[in-house]
């Protein structure tokens, strides 16, 4: 499948929210082996942690294909994804 840089970017973003969501619920929620989660706790902990997993794996294999596809080194695609996720998205 083919992928636009656009794309990538759209999927890294998406990637970086679950993951900071996941990590939210954790600093809310308290370290898990000193708080005792309550079990919707628990359950909706692994379910933002499986969600960031996901699309971090989906981002990375995007990534993988597009750089085999243009024939660019994978590392130099990451790089010019990640200065594109940090600067401010056009509104």
Known sequence: MSHTFE???????????????????RD????????RWTGR????YETALRAWRDLDRD???AMSEYARDTGRPRADVEAEVARAVAAPEDT
């Open 7 to 25: 794309e990538l970017v759209a999927k890294q973003r998406a990637a970086d929210a679950a993951h900071a969501q996941a990590e939210e619920l």
């Open 41 to 44: 706790q628990s359950g909706t």
């Open 28 to 35: 809310a929620y308290g370290p898990p082996a000193e708080q």
């Open 59 to 61: 981002a990375r294999t």
